[in-house]
């Protein structure tokens, strides 16, 4: 019975946009068990990505609103699903395990956990379904874009985060994790940045702290001057920016491994060289995080293997004789980027075949009901 409902769970979350698949060896299986007791996997069985008040969530799953209530905060608390509040009431709904549930984890990684997570990446990072529907993007900052028209808002960092209602920032799970196993690099933990309701669930479950605009965009500055890739969210309206390296971000080594990078990447730019600018000093080189640039044989300038370059900028930002510059790719190589997280899950849900419109109907009209008979 205990075995079963972990085997329910994982196919629950496997329906979900961001996919858990199921693997021969059953890792997927012992990460549950690590994370979830049974009981709470039971209840989370019950949840959707439609974000629900508890006295629907007690109803579907036969449980009296305050022992419903008490759960549910609880489990929110372990990073096993997502809180928010709509006025002063909370609502719940599921938490994908990716980006999601692992996130959740960053203040309460164990060897073993970390062990398992790293036999299911392969399993769980698909190039291709990635390509077609990112839930990362790659963005410069302004100031490496040559052409102030040649950005749109979503498309620039400082744009991004301007206005937003609350500001957090959290450690990285991919440098922290490489740390405790003796990996990694040493370029700055505390570097992942959230906003509005994200923020809100971090900070309540004191998973990062709160900071302000002006804190936020000092953390983008000092990403660039470490070397960090700027990765928001995959839709124009952002809950997050993740500042990542090569040497530990799954996804930048994800896409290291793979030999066209910049086919997987959503990236509205490219590098453009001009040899007669380079004085051969080398500097971009360390600076790219997919190997993308190397010294040319002869000692004069710099090699650019587009096919590895993913749009960052970095090399850009610190090349003293301007010979590398950002331009636009052509129409057909830049993906189109969803205006919203719905749309952006919809996508990535109908390109794994999980979820179709009728499917996303179904869900709504059982939500719609279960509100009505749990009045």
């Not at 060897?111 to 379904?129: F, G, K, S, V």
């Amino acid at each position: 019975m205990t075995e079963g409902v972990f085997h329910r769970l994982a196919r629950h979350l496997d329906g979900l946009p961001g996919g858990f698949p199921a693997t021969g060896s059953g890792v997927e299986l012992r990460i549950l068990r690590r994370l979830f007791t049974p009981d709470e996997a039971e209840l989370a069985l019950h949840l959707t990505l439609l974000a629900e008040p508890v006295r629907v969530v007690a109803h579907r799953a036969g449980l009296e609103p305050p022992e419903a209530a008490k759960r549910l905060y609880d489990m929110s608390r372990k990073g096993l699903i997502y809180r928010l509040h709509k006025g002063d009431e909370p609502h719940y709904m599921a938490a994908q395990y990716v980006i999601g549930i692992w996130e959740f984890h960053v203040n309460d990684l164990d060897p073993e956990l970390i062990r398992d997570m790293n036999e299911y990446l392969p399993h769980l990072m698909q190039p291709e379904t990635w390509r077609r529907a990112p839930q990362l993007r790659t963005i410069p900052v302004h100031a490496e874009v040559p052409v102030a028209r040649d950005i749109l808002p979503h498309e620039e960092a400082a744009a991004l985060v301007k206005d937003r209602r609350r500001y957090a920032v959290a450690p990285c799970i991919c440098r922290k994790e490489h740390r405790m196993v003796g990996e990694g690099c040493d370029r700055p933990l505390e570097s992942c940045l959230v906003f509005d309701r994200a923020a809100d669930y971090y900070v309540e479950n004191g998973l990062g702290r709160e900071i302000d605009e002006e804190e936020t965009l000092r953390i983008l500055r000092q990403a660039d001057q470490a070397g960090l890739v700027l990765q928001p969210s995959g839709y124009q309206k952002i809950s997050n920016i993740c500042c990542c390296c090569g040497d530990c971000c799954q996804v930048l080594l994800a896409f290291k491994r793979h030999p066209d990078p910049a086919s997987l990447v959503s990236s509205p730019f490219r590098v453009a060289y001009d040899p007669e600018l380079c004085n051969g000093c080398g500097s971009c080189v360390d600076r790219c995080q997919m190997d993308a640039i190397t010294l040319a044989g002869n000692g004069e300038g710099v090699a650019v293997e587009l096919k590895r370059c993913i749009g960052c900028g970095l090399c850009v930002t610190t090349c003293p004789e301007e010979a590398l510059t950002l331009v636009r790719k052509p129409a057909a190589d830049q993906p189109e980027v969803p205006a919203s997280q719905a749309r952006a899950y919809l996508s990535l849900a109908r390109e794994r075949g999980k979820l179709g419109v009728g499917e996303v109907t179904l869900m709504a009209l059982r939500s719609a009901k279960d509100r009505l008979l749990s009045r």
